[in-house]
T-cell receptor
């Protein structure tokens, strides 16, 4: 059974370039989360979707960051233009949300290690 | 003060020792997640619990909602248990699916 799939696993880019990170959630899951992990701040939620709709994007650092979920099996996180301080590991996670404000176990992808030079 | 605090930050043990990692939180929660992050970076969900105790193999997680405290225990520790263990809570003060993370406990088990 495939887990959460992320690509690329590693990305090195130069400041000012556009970066697109991709995520395929576990089949049947209806909630998708984008996290960023840095040494200084640990794990932080950037945005999450429920049934392809963004629910909470309060963690998105600024307008350079955008996320989309065009269908239940695919999401992207885009940074344009990228800056060195965006260097981090970006994780995607998914869960099955039963609704009614329930809390549900989240399953994490392997992460994308982004380095912006 | 962080909403979720873990102790210790770093822990070194000898193979076979019993290990306890603690997590305290200051907000009302719906549930608590224990996660394991391996040296390669991948994050694995170990437990999600809202009351009592759960056991999986050599791992045991307990939670005391009244005291706002959870513990993760590892019995008969092994070098392959070396990882960062992260406590995260579903806070009642934020949306139901939002996790608030502790800073993690770095565990090293020596052979």
């Amino acid at each position: 059974d495939a887990g959460v799939i992320q690509s690329p696993r590693h990305e090195v880019t130069e400041m000012g370039q556009e970066v697109t990170l991709r995520c395929k959630p576990i089949s049947g899951h209806n909630s998708l989360f984008w996290y960023r992990q840095t040494m200084m701040r640990g794990l932080e939620l950037l945005i999450y979707f429920n049934n392809n709709v963004p629910i909470d994007d309060s963690g998105m650092p600024e307008d350079r960051f955008s996320a989309k979920m065009p269908n239940a099996s695919f999401s992207t996180l885009k940074i344009q233009p990228s800056e060195p301080r965006d260097s981090a590991v970006y994780f995607c996670a998914s869960s099955f949300n039963k609704g009614g404000g329930s809390y549900n176990e989240q399953f994490f992808g392997p992460g994308t290690r982004l380095t912006v030079l | 003060k962080n909403e979720v605090e873990q102790s210790p930050q770093n822990l070194t043990a000898q193979e076979g020792e019993f290990i306890t990692i603690n997590c305290s939180y200051s907000v009302g929660i719906s549930a608590l997640h224990w996660l394991q992050q391996h040296p390669g970076g991948g994050i694995v969900s170990l437990f999600m619990l809202s009351s009592g105790k759960k056991k999986h193999g050599r791992l045991i997680a307990t939670i005391n909602i009244q005291e706002k405290h959870s513990s993760l225990h590892i019995t008969a520790s092994h070098p392959r248990d070396s990882a960062v263990y992260i406590c995260a809570v579903f806070s009642r003060e934020t949306s139901g699916s939002r996790l608030t993370f502790g800073e993690g406990t770095q565990l090293t088990v020596n052979p």
